[in-house]
């Protein structure tokens, strides 16, 4: 583990013992999504800002890039190598079992070198795309019950969360909600769907997505209309975040039909805007999304069409913050538009993005994923344009709210995780006073 340094003060961040607070964080990070390492880098801004003496490492999906951008240690989350591949061989079902098996002794051995485990953020106690209950809901829940077992405080901050269906994923989701020591929720739906799958929420909290805490370009921010004027639509170039995306769970049974219908959208989409002379450049959140850029790109053969390989949610705001308009689907990628103040048309897959776009005053401009319309599509996307000017000063100001609100998500987990830290400050803070008064 290596102490997380930077500003902040003194910090008074350790226990009693006078030794720092070994802090873990724990996920499917360093694994190729983007929203996943942003989710990490707002924690690791938070602990260094607020908790710089704090001995910090990860259990994760990809230590080894976890180290090498974020410069804290990192363990591999599952002892088997192969733990998200289908195994279909009698060998690497054996391994499969025998690391579930590993990953209980693995797990309560991390934990228990911690005095706190965070888990950043991260849409984990849901199940809105295809989710096998003994991959990750299994991990954690050998997580929360080992920090329960072995007194570890495990915090789930500003997570997201839907209602399952499938009853060992829904059984393993609720048990390891109901085991953690800290809950808090990105959004209102979250903390309903977790009451309704039989979790008290009554103490939980709800703020919005830690990414919110990131930096973003400075948004261009229109003047105000002269009155009974009409602005002109925007001509500029358009970005379009797309997702290898084939329905949830519950859509198994027609997976490639919704990969199709969404795909043949998106490409439809695209050719209109190339018709216009438009400039598209084609936007990724994890790995698996090259192979919907290169559809579209074989489809549309234009130079108008471009993509990115954006690898960090700032790459994403750099992108949006010079476009006219974003169209998107992956959730991170929505709120990197709207983070930079650029108006964007959602494709939405789940109800976190739908509540994420009502928050941010966009609420009329969301579309399904899952049965995408092309000609729809067209007509919200002209009248999102139509009202760009009016929602860049719109998203200004829910920009300051949101970044306000996940600073208090930060304070109140340092009254929660840091109580000893917090006693320091204010009897530090009490000699200070009482210095300046003698003088």
């Given at each position: 583990?290596?102490?997380?340094?930077?500003?902040?003060?003194?910090?008074g961040?350790?226990?009693?013992?006078?030794?720092?607070?070994?802090?873990?964080l724990?996920?499917?990070?360093?694994?190729?999504?983007?929203?996943?390492?942003?989710?990490l880098?707002?924690?690791?801004?938070?602990?260094?800002?607020?908790?710089?003496?704090?001995?910090?490492?990860?259990?994760c999906?990809?230590?080894?890039?976890?180290?090498?951008?974020?410069?804290?240690?990192?363990?591999?989350?599952?002892?088997?190598?192969?733990e998200?591949?289908?195994?279909?061989?009698?060998?690497?079902?054996?391994?499969?079992?025998?690391?579930?098996?590993?990953?209980?002794?693995?797990?309560?051995?991390?934990?228990?070198?911690?005095?706190?485990?965070?888990?950043p953020?991260?849409?984990?106690?849901?199940?809105?795309?295809?989710?096998?209950?003994?991959?990750?809901?299994?991990?954690?829940?050998?997580?929360?019950?080992?920090?329960r077992?072995?007194?570890?405080?495990?915090?789930?901050?500003?997570?997201?969360a839907?209602?399952?269906?499938?009853?060992?994923?829904?059984?393993?989701?609720?048990?390891?909600?109901?085991?953690?020591?800290?809950r808090?929720?990105?959004?209102?739906?979250?903390?309903?769907a977790?009451?309704?799958m039989?979790?008290d929420?009554s103490r939980?909290?709800?703020?919005?997505?830690?990414?919110?805490?990131?930096?973003?370009?400075?948004a261009?921010v229109?003047?105000?209309?002269?009155?009974?004027?009409?602005?002109?639509p925007?001509q500029?170039?358009?970005?379009?975040?797309?997702?290898?995306?084939?329905g949830?769970?519950?859509?198994?049974?027609?997976?490639?039909?919704?990969?199709?219908?969404?795909?043949d959208?998106?490409?439809?989409?695209v050719?209109t805007?190339?018709?216009?002379?438009?400039?598209?450049?084609?936007?990724?959140?994890?790995?698996?999304?090259?192979?919907?850029?290169?559809?579209?790109?074989?489809?549309?053969?234009?130079?108008?069409?471009?993509?990115?390989?954006?690898?960090?949610?700032?790459?994403l705001?750099?992108?949006?913050?010079v476009?006219?308009?974003?169209?998107?689907?992956?959730?991170?990628?929505?709120?990197?538009?709207?983070?930079?103040?650029?108006?964007?048309?959602?494709?939405?897959?789940?109800?976190?993005?739908?509540?994420?776009m009502?928050?941010?005053g966009?609420?009329?401009?969301?579309?399904?994923?899952?049965?995408?319309?092309?000609?729809?599509?067209?007509?919200?996307?002209?009248?999102?344009?139509?009202?760009?000017?009016?929602l860049?000063?719109?998203?200004?100001?829910?920009?300051?709210?949101?970044?306000?609100r996940v600073?208090?998500?930060?304070?109140?987990?340092?009254?929660?995780?840091?109580?000893?830290?917090?006693?320091?400050?204010?009897h530090?803070?009490?000699?200070?006073?009482?210095?300046r008064?003698?003088?």
């Amino acid at each position: 583990m290596t102490a997380v340094r930077g500003g902040g003060g003194d910090g008074g961040r350790v226990r009693a013992s006078g030794t720092p607070v070994r802090v873990g964080l724990f996920g499917l990070l360093g694994s190729g999504n983007l929203g996943n390492d942003g989710s990490l880098e707002a924690v690791l801004g938070y602990l260094r800002a607020e908790h710089p003496e704090a001995v910090v490492d990860a259990l994760c999906g990809g230590p080894e890039a976890v180290t090498t951008r974020f410069g804290i240690p990192a363990t591999r989350l599952h002892w088997n190598r192969s733990e998200y591949r289908t195994a279909s061989r009698a060998g690497s079902i054996a391994a499969k079992g025998l690391g579930k098996l590993v990953d209980v002794v693995r797990t309560a051995a991390w934990v228990r070198r911690h005095d706190v485990v965070i888990v950043p953020g991260m849409g984990v106690l849901e199940a809105t795309l295809p989710l096998r209950p003994w991959g990750f809901p299994y991990a954690l829940f050998l997580l929360c019950a080992s920090g329960r077992l072995l007194g570890t405080r495990i915090a789930l901050v500003s997570v997201g969360a839907a209602e399952i269906g499938n009853r060992p994923t829904r059984a393993l989701v609720r048990w390891s909600a109901r085991l953690a020591a800290y809950r808090s929720y990105r959004d209102g739906p979250s903390r309903d769907a977790m009451r309704a799958m039989g979790v008290d929420t009554s103490r939980d909290e709800v703020y919005p997505d830690l990414a919110f805490s990131l930096p973003a370009p400075t948004a261009s921010v229109p003047p105000p209309e002269p009155p009974g004027s009409t602005p002109p639509p925007p001509q500029g170039p358009v970005c379009l975040g797309v997702m290898d995306f084939h329905g949830g769970n519950d859509d198994r049974a027609r997976a490639d039909e919704i990969h199709r219908r969404y795909l043949d959208g998106t490409i439809r989409f695209v050719r209109t805007m190339v018709e216009e002379g438009r400039p598209v450049r084609l936007l990724t959140g994890d790995r698996c999304d090259a192979s919907v850029v290169a559809a579209i790109l074989d489809a549309v053969e234009s130079p108008l069409v471009t993509a990115a390989e954006p690898a960090s949610l700032a790459d994403l705001m750099k992108e949006m913050a010079v476009a006219d308009t974003v169209v998107a689907v992956r959730y991170h990628n929505l709120i990197c538009a709207l983070k930079t103040g650029t108006p964007v048309l959602a494709l939405c897959y789940a109800t976190k993005s739908e509540a994420l776009m009502a928050d941010m005053g966009l609420g009329a401009y969301c579309h399904p994923a899952r049965e995408v319309d092309a000609d729809r599509l067209l007509e919200q996307f002209r009248a999102l344009e139509q009202r760009s000017a009016e929602l860049r000063r719109t998203l200004v100001e829910r920009n300051v709210t949101a970044a306000r609100r996940v600073q208090h998500q930060f304070d109140a987990l340092t009254a929660a995780l840091f109580p000893a830290a917090d006693r320091g400050r204010a009897h530090t803070d009490a000699q200070t006073h009482d210095l300046r008064e003698a003088q």
